[in-house]
């Protein structure tokens, strides 16, 4: 169930693969977000750049700028912007500094409750409710 917020929080999602970026897009918006995408890490950069983000989703392995890369520059311009890191491949995460990691495949479930831990209270939603 989603509860009316006064203000809208923008979420920046960074993955090379298209579908799952196109299904983040959907179900965060569905739910009440403000979602901006980028196909991969220099794209994602570039937004970070021009816009600001309450939260950051990032897949690591990633051609050209990997996810690691794009937490790094995050954290050196704004250390309270939480980054979540999403992989197929979870020994990437064994010396990860990311805020959250989710481990792909994933269910909606599982990505509204890491968004809702660092966003909580801003939105208003109820995971387990099952309406999103």
Same mark, same amino acid.
């Given at each position: 169930?989603?509860?009316?917020?006064? !203000?809208?929080?923008?979420?920046?999602?960074?993955?090379?693969?298209?579908?799952?970026?196109?299904?983040?897009?959907?179900?965060?918006?569905?739910?009440?977000?403000?979602?901006?995408?980028?196909?991969?890490?220099?794209?994602?950069?570039? !937004?970070?750049?021009?816009?600001?983000?309450?939260?950051?989703?990032?897949?690591?392995?990633?051609?050209?700028?990997?996810?690691?890369?794009?937490?790094?520059?995050?954290?050196?311009?704004? !250390?309270?912007?939480?980054?979540?890191?999403?992989?197929?491949?979870?020994?990437?995460?064994?010396?990860?500094?990311?805020?959250?990691?989710?481990? !792909?495949?994933?269910?909606?479930?599982?990505?509204?409750?890491?968004?809702?831990?660092?966003?909580?209270?801003?939105?208003?939603?109820?995971?387990?409710?099952?309406?999103?």
């Amino acid at each position: 169930m989603l509860i009316s917020s006064p !203000k809208l929080y923008k979420i920046l999602v960074i993955d090379d693969e298209l579908p799952i970026l196109r299904l983040l897009n959907k179900l965060l918006a569905r739910i009440g977000f403000l979602v901006d995408v980028a196909e991969n890490g220099k794209a994602g950069i570039n !937004k970070i750049n021009q816009n600001s983000y309450d939260l950051i989703l990032t897949d690591i392995k990633m051609p050209e700028v990997s996810g690691d890369e794009v937490l790094e520059y995050v954290k050196s311009k704004n !250390k309270s912007i939480p980054v979540i890191g999403m992989s197929g491949t979870p020994w990437l995460f064994e010396q990860h500094s990311f805020d959250a990691i989710l481990n !792909k495949p994933y269910n909606n479930q599982e990505l509204v409750e890491v968004v809702n831990r660092f966003l909580k209270g801003k939105l208003g939603i109820d995971p387990h409710d099952g309406s999103f």
